[in-house]
């Protein structure tokens, strides 16, 4: 070989040497940033873990808020609000009754039928969007959006089926927000969730100021009944089925409420004397204790909420925050290491990856998880991820979705064990000291919300939570039930039910 021979040999394996240094550090680079992410996940996971025993310590952490909350106003962040429904549908009710709903992005009204003999015989809805600038704007800017949708249907309604039989058509008004009531049918809002923030509105009776408008929009339309979302799907849940004791909403956010008894709802003594019990509107998004799973995550986005300290319970389990906590983690994981490329610009916008996404990335059956690639090259901007972390992101959302379908059992456990009901308690427990068996009351929980009703992944978790805490013996009476709208036909129903004309005739005192 002549000189040049040996000098282009040379430099051809000094230049493969190049080649493989520059392939051998990239892969050390890709593996040491795959194991930080790795570690990353790790984190989360041990940071979210819902074991069996702390599951139990947040059902009895949730049963001792809401005896605080029950003794007195403020003796615990579980407000635990008096509702003053007494008395539940029975199915006798008849006539035209309205609902309105505002609790969420939208709102809706309903024009509900009721026919006797636990049959509703018709009912229509019209879903509107709450224009966003509205959410923050004015109470009376707001209200009067809703009375102008209400009359536009109401006219549209009547101009088609026949008008509403009584003097005055009658509402049943839900109002998806904490609320100080006075009386079935008015109420002081007490703060906004959800990402509404209408100041002039708070420390306001918003069935009054809902009544307000419906007169200057000239509707000639009585609130006669003001209620939560929950105790609207109680309503229904117990309507046709008269077992449910207790109604929980898992959508945008949760909430529970359940029949109590007169006598242990300490704080308001001397006020129930005339009856056995009242529907108590628990608002258990603010519940917290030290025993629920936090992580880092968690912190962040509850310092960046527009309500900090506030509704903890709900950050880690509703439809409005999951999405935020998986973008969250993505978003460290991204500046960890570059398996995801460049940190995406979109990463750092809030709320970008809405809770439908997660489930749709969660519940990819794809070989190729094609549905995630998608969502995180459209909604993230996050092109060409590698299958292997394809597979780490479903693995994210598995981990953010399990512990709040698990902490949402452990709540309704909470609310059994508070009642009686989880069959440990007294005359209702599973089984004796000796072992003998007791007869267990058959238990029914209305359930409504997007992630329970929608989320397959996110309803087998809660499902799986609940046998395993209550136990195989006790697990068969607990009947988780999905309603179906009980936020709007609960409210029509419980209308009826209040109505001045069928209030004698439909009374179902609550008998607990
Ligand atoms: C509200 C509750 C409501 C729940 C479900 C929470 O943010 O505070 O009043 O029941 O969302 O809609």
Redesign the pocket.
């Given at each position: 070989m002549g000189k040049v021979g040996v000098a282009l040999a040379a430099g051809c394996a000094a230049a493969a040497c190049v080649v493989a240094a520059v392939m051998v550090g990239r892969s050390v680079r890709r593996r040491r940033g795959w194991r930080r992410v790795v570690r990353v996940l790790e984190e989360l996971e041990e940071g979210c873990a819902t074991t069996v025993g702390r599951l139990r310590q947040v059902v009895d952490a949730m049963a001792v808020e809401m005896h605080a909350g029950l003794a007195s106003e403020g003796g615990s962040k579980l407000k635990m609000l008096l509702t003053y429904v007494h008395d539940l549908p029975t199915g006798n009710e008849k006539g035209i009754y309205y609902a309105l709903d505002l609790?969420?992005t939208n709102f809706r009204v309903l024009r509900v039928k009721l026919g006797g003999q636990r049959c509703i015989i018709e009912h229509d809805v019209d879903l509107q969007p709450i224009p966003q600038h509205l959410m923050t704007s004015s109470s009376v800017e707001l209200f009067d959006f809703i009375a102008t949708s209400l009359k536009d249907f109401v006219e549209r309604e009547e101009n088609i089926s026949e008008p509403s039989q009584r003097e005055r058509r009658e509402l049943g008004f839900t109002f998806?927000?904490?609320?100080k009531q006075t009386s079935s049918s008015s109420g002081t809002l007490m703060k906004w969730?959800?990402g509404f923030s209408i100041e002039d509105a708070v420390g306001r009776d918003v069935s009054q100021c809902l009544q307000e408008a419906l007169s200057r929009k000239g509707l000639d339309m009585q609130v006669t009944v003001l209620i939560?979302?929950?105790v609207g799907t109680l309503a229904l849940g117990h309507y046709h089925d008269e077992d449910t004791v207790a109604a929980v909403?898992i959508?945008?956010?949760?909430?529970a409420c359940y029949l109590e008894r007169a006598d242990a709802i300490i704080k308001c003594q001397g006020l129930l004397t005339t009856s056995a019990g009242m529907v108590i509107?628990m608002?258990w998004?603010?519940f917290w204790s030290s025993h629920l799973p936090r992580t880092p995550y968690d912190a962040e986005l509850d310092a960046d909420s527009p309500n900090p300290n506030d509704?903890g319970f709900?950050k880690m389990i509703?439809g409005?925050y999951l999405g935020d906590i998986v973008r969250r983690v993505i978003l460290r994981m991204s500046q960890e290491s570059d398996v995801f490329g460049p940190v995406s610009s979109k990463l750092h916008e809030p709320f970008i990856l809405r809770t439908p996404m997660v489930a749709a990335m969660h519940e990819d059956d794809s070989s190729n998880l094609n549905e995630v690639a998608q969502i995180l090259k459209d909604t993230l901007e996050i092109p060409d991820v590698p299958l292997n972390v394809r597979k780490l992101v479903v693995k994210v959302c598995d981990v953010v979705t399990r512990r709040a379908a698990r902490l949402a059992a452990a709540g309704i456990v909470g609310i059994l064990k508070k009642i009686g009901r989880d069959g440990n308690s007294g005359m209702t427990g599973g089984k004796t000291k000796g072992g003998s068996r007791i007869k267990m009351r058959r238990t029914v929980v209305a359930v409504e919300?997007g992630l329970y009703a929608n989320y397959t992944m996110f309803r087998e978790y809660l499902n799986e939570a609940m046998r395993q805490i209550l136990g195989e013996d006790v697990a068969p009476y607990v009947i988780l039930n999905v309603t179906n709208d009980g936020?709007g036909i609960g409210a029509a129903l419980l209308a009826a039910s209040h109505s001045a004309s069928t209030i004698t005739e439909n009374t179902n005192f609550i008998v607990i």
């Open positions: 609790g969420g998806s927000f904490p609320v969730t959800k939560n979302d929950t909403i959508g945008t956010g949760t909430n509107n608002e998004g603010n509704q709900e509703s409005m919300g936020s």
